[in-house]
């Protein structure tokens, strides 16, 4: 049952173009979502989230969208640079207890092409 | 402040042998996690610690795969024996407060032949 979706694999852009990242989600009971970038052979580091009663929810160049009717979530990178270029991994989070656990998704490979 | 360490960075056996990797949270970080995560997918919790006690391991197949947290601080995360499919990256994170919070380790690459 894979409660969190990102159905494209990969992604390509230009640099300085807008990055769209997509993200699907199955449980309405979840409070908070979460982006992660994994570069190669580093763990994931946290990079943005949201909580469930936003709809929006910006720092610096990363924004988060949220669309609850539809379970929809996207990260949107403007500009893109080339330095951008990872895996995109979104999670899932039911409630902000110590005992609760993240839920992934299978992750999107951005490449930013200079 | 020094990020969470991880040994090895990657390991190679053979199918049936054992093998133990090692982790080191953030001080002070009472949560710790063993995440695996397989080629193509994204990181699935195997145990969660609070402390030097088990908060979550229901996604951890316990017929093999064993882990302790030594008086509630390193980690390790033993499988024996091991099989193919347990070839993956093994990530250890650590946090204060919960998940939301949490610091990944670079993880450990484990590959089964």
């Known amino acids: 049952d894979q409660q969190v979706k990102q159905n494209s694999p990969s992604l390509s852009v230009q640099e300085g173009r807008i990055s769209i990242l997509n993200c699907d989600y199955t449980n309405s009971m979840f409070d908070y979502f979460l982006w992660y970038k994994k570069y190669p052979a580093e763990g994931p580091t946290f990079l943005i989230s949201i909580s469930s009663i936003k709809d929006k929810n910006e720092d610096g160049r990363f924004t988060v969208f949220l669309n609850k009717s539809a379970k929809h979530l996207s990260l949107h990178i403007v500009p893109s640079q080339p330095g951008d270029s990872a895996v995109y991994f979104c999670a899932a989070l039911k409630g902000g207890g110590a005992t609760n656990k993240l839920i992934f998704g299978t992750g999107t490979l951005l490449a930013v092409q200079p | 402040e020094a990020g969470v360490a991880q040994s090895p960075r990657y390991k190679i056996i053979e199918k049936r042998q054992s093998v133990a990797f090692w982790c080191n949270p953030i001080?002070?970080?009472?949560?710790l996690y063993w995440y695996q995560q397989i080629l193509g997918q994204g990181p699935k919790l195997l145990i969660q610690?609070?402390?030097?006690?088990?908060?979550?391991d229901s996604q951890l197949p316990k017929d093999r795969f064993s882990a302790e947290r030594l008086k509630g601080v390193d980690s390790t995360l033993k499988i024996q024996p091991a099989k193919l499919e347990d070839s993956a990256v093994y990530l250890c994170?650590?946090?204060?407060?919960?998940?939301?919070?949490?610091?990944f380790g670079q993880g450990t690459r484990l590959t089964v032949v």
């Open positions: 610690f609070q402390n030097n006690g088990v908060v979550d």
């Open positions: 001080s002070g970080h009472a949560t």
């Open positions: 994170a650590s946090s204060l407060d919960g998940p939301r919070g949490a610091f």
